[in-house]
């Protein structure tokens, strides 16, 4: 297993049915990346070489599993702490890209935690800063031109984001520890969900179910939340 000791792995990614991908906090100023052939049966490094560098302090944050993702044979990362990334690597080729993300940053816990793509131009990134909802830290950005320039919307009261999907092109649900929301790039609405007694659902983590009729959310101390969507009215 090409992984020293010291290594922890901060989310994984499945490109096909043998194939994959596992990202962990930076060694030697690298993204400590590692990939299996054989649906987990081996693993194998990916050489720094081909790695864009890491600035002390930056990491990849755990939070949610979802700060990688795939446009074909294009791998994306995003990164916080101390600086805030995506990275852009081609495995074939073996070439990488590497872009600033507006996040502010202010300490460890800040920057990018998640990225949704729906396609090669269209993605999202959500973060924030993980100890302050101070409105300062906006909670994510999206692109419509494939990363060359991030774009947000105004919301009265900010929020932090651990995770995001997509639901469309259009639409798409972030959750985090303050919360749970639904955003439309559209209509440029940001609308938090509660549940049925009007608390909040502070979650780290979200799927939407493959018939796109459910939202499953997961947090701490095994809490698990399944909304129907059909019910959701905006």
Known sequence: FPVTIMSFFDAMKAKSENEIWAVGDPINEHPNLIYSLDNGDTWIKYEEKYLPKTVKNEAFFAASNSNIAFIKDELLLVSGGHSSNMFSINIQNKTYLKRSLPFKISGNMTGAYSIDVFDKNNFIVAGGNYDNNDKEFVAFYFTKNGGKSFESINYEENFFGSCVKYLNKNELYITGHRGTYYINLKTKKVIEIKDRNGEKLNFH???????????????????IASIDLSNLKY
């Open 205 to 223: 983590t979200l799927r939407i179910t493959a018939n796109k009729s459910k939202l499953i959310l997961a947090g701490a101390n095994g809490r």
